[in-house]
């Protein structure tokens, strides 16, 4: 099963905040294709809105993105919502902002949390229309089980830079952290970056470009954006 987010139309030239919507779609097995996509509904996605970055734990029962708390015109900030389940037959639960995630008059996108659901890495920031620029950061927060409320977020300043941080995709263990770095500025040549810890109790350090950091890998090709 694949949950995603896609655009509702086609993005017009020099249009970057189209609205999205969540999908699923689904397959018998790893050998077998995907079926055809199915967009979820009104309870979990904000219609026009930008409803972005899934994250599914591995027992398929709660689902992590960002999307507005409403409609507003221009779009002014995304915060971090969950929705959860009893069983995979089931449908999704109304969605539920994570209040404590939240800071006013910044958008939160892409979170991604370790497998026991205790600890999410996700991107903040804010967006100039008038230069087409976003500023964008990784932050980092915990919790002592899923019933609690998640700490304060902590920006991950190891691995924050003056350009844009974004899109992270923590391991299950929490032990590596890979995310997009956009290399210039204004945010252009996106490359993807990791860091990794030898445990949860310690600060994620020494950031390089994917390629660098698990050699053999080419990932980041140095003529396109990845």
Same mark, same amino acid.
């Given at each position: @099963?694949?949950y995603?987010?896609s655009?509702?139309?086609?993005?017009?030239?020099?249009?970057?905040?189209?609205?999205?919507? $969540?999908?699923?779609?689904?397959?018998g097995?790893?050998?077998?294709?995907?079926g055809a996509?199915?967009? $979820?509904?009104?309870?979990?996605?904000? =219609?026009?809105? $930008?409803?972005e970055s899934?994250?599914?734990?591995a027992?398929?029962?709660?689902?992590?993105?960002?999307?507005p708390?409403?409609?507003?015109?221009?779009?002014t900030v @995304?915060?971090i919502?969950m929705?959860s /389940?009893?069983?995979?037959? *089931?449908?999704?639960s109304?969605?539920?902002? !994570?209040? *404590?995630? =939240?800071?006013? =008059?910044?958008?939160?996108y892409?979170p991604?949390?370790t497998?026991?659901? $205790?600890?999410?890495?996700?991107d903040?920031?804010s967006?100039?229309p008038?230069?087409n !620029?976003?500023?964008?950061?990784?932050y980092?927060?915990?919790r002592n089980s899923?019933? *609690?409320?998640?700490?304060?977020?902590?920006a991950i300043?190891a691995?924050?830079?003056?350009?844009? *941080?974004a899109?992270?995709?923590?391991?299950?263990?929490?032990?590596?952290?890979?995310? @997009? /770095?956009?290399?210039?500025v204004?945010?252009?040549?996106?490359e993807?970056w990791?860091a990794?810890?030898?445990?949860t109790?310690?600060?994620?350090?020494?950031?390089?470009s994917?390629? /660098?950091?698990?050699?053999g890998?080419?990932v980041?090709?140095? =003529?396109?954006?990845?």
């Open positions: @099963t694949a995603f987010g655009p509702e139309a086609r993005i017009p030239s020099g249009e970057v905040l189209t609205p999205s919507s $969540l999908f699923v779609a689904m397959r097995n790893a050998s077998e294709p995907f996509p199915a967009k $979820l509904g009104p309870h979990i996605n904000l =219609d026009g809105g $930008l409803n899934p994250h599914i734990t027992d398929g029962l709660r689902l992590y993105w960002s999307s708390p409403a409609i507003t015109d221009p779009p @995304t915060q919502f929705a /389940r009893n069983s995979t037959a *089931e449908e999704f109304t969605r539920m902002a !994570i209040a *404590e995630l =939240d800071v006013a =008059d910044e958008w939160e892409s991604s949390l497998g026991d659901e $205790l600890t999410i890495v996700f903040k920031g967006f100039d008038a230069f !620029i976003e500023f964008r950061d990784l980092i927060a915990s899923i019933s *609690e409320p998640f700490s304060p977020p902590q300043d691995l924050n830079t003056i350009v844009a *941080e899109h992270p995709s923590l391991s299950s263990d929490g032990l590596t952290l890979c995310y @997009t /770095r956009f290399v210039g204004p945010n252009n040549s996106p993807i990791a990794t810890r030898n445990s109790s310690e600060p994620f350090d020494n950031p390089m994917l390629n /660098r950091q698990f050699p890998s080419e980041n090709s140095p =003529d396109s954006a990845t």
